[in-house]
């Protein structure tokens, strides 16, 4: 077994019912495990403002501490490598696309001159660092986004409730989120859960000793990606084995 699951973990399939649709800067989902350690973390900074303490910033250059989220570990390749379980988002009932939203924006000249001591006669909007912008969105059109993870369900459930909107542009309505439903799967196979979609490809980053003795399941190749919150950290990078798209 190479996952480790504390008292009261157990299978769960969690499911955001959505408004329209979700905008993604990748081609897959949005991790939960990410979308969980990024829950805790602003729960921990709202605390240390109202207690007027300061807390670690965001660092590129420090290694982040692993949160403690509700979630088993599957130990992956036996040393640093270990993972939480859980996979990243599924899009369910999906409209086939591609949706793309363009959005555009340009420097606000009057916002320039009260900023700025002293302006060029011209900030020009054709080109240079102030040129304005159309910017293509793309969109994830679906009904609901699904996760499945092995996890403590309360634990979850309390985490996720608050969160209101996901994935980018969530200020103009993109990744509005109805309801969430967790589901308990207690007779499902816990190795499943913790790394793949349903219809049984790759869900999530992986080390290749994850998929050892597992046949030829589809993935989405070789990369080097985080393997757990936060992603995006240079330290957390490592070779991996990426989703199936
Ligand atoms: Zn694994």
Redo the contacts with the bound molecule.
């Keep these: 077994m190479?996952?480790q699951i504390a008292a009261g973990m157990v299978p769960l399939v969690i499911r955001a019912r959505l408004a329209a649709g979700v905008a993604y800067a990748v081609p897959w989902g949005i991790s939960l495990d990410g979308l969980l350690a990024s829950e805790i973390r602003e729960n921990t900074k709202t605390a240390s403002k109202e207690a007027g303490t300061d807390y670690p910033p965001y660092s590129p250059d420090t290694v982040p501490e692993d949160l403690d989220l509700p979630l088993a570990r599957?130990?992956?390749d036996g040393a640093d490598g270990?993972?939480w379980?859980a996979t990243f988002a599924y899009p369910e009932d999906e409209v086939p696309g591609p949706h793309v939203q363009y959005w555009s924006a340009r420097p606000d000249q009057q916002a320039l001159s009260q900023m700025a001591h002293r302006l060029p006669a011209l900030v020009s909007e054709r080109q240079g660092r102030y040129r304005s912008r159309v910017m293509p969105l793309p969109l994830t059109v679906c009904r609901h986004l699904v996760w499945r993870a092995v996890g403590q369900p309360a634990a979850v459930a309390a985490l996720l409730e608050p969160i209101i909107s996901i994935g980018k542009k969530r200020g103009t309505g993109n990744g509005h989120i109805l309801s969430w439903e967790i589901t308990e799967h207690p007779d499902a196979d816990p190795?499943e859960f913790?790394?793949l979609h349903p219809g049984g490809k790759l869900g999530r980053t992986?080390?290749a000793?994850?998929?050892h003795e597992r046949g030829n399941l589809p993935t989405g190749g070789k990369g080097r990606m985080g393997l757990r919150p936060p992603y995006m950290h240079p330290s957390r990078r490592a070779p991996v084995l990426l989703p199936a798209t």
């Design positions: 190479t996952l599957c130990i992956g270990w993972h379980a190795w913790a790394h992986a080390p000793a994850c998929l």
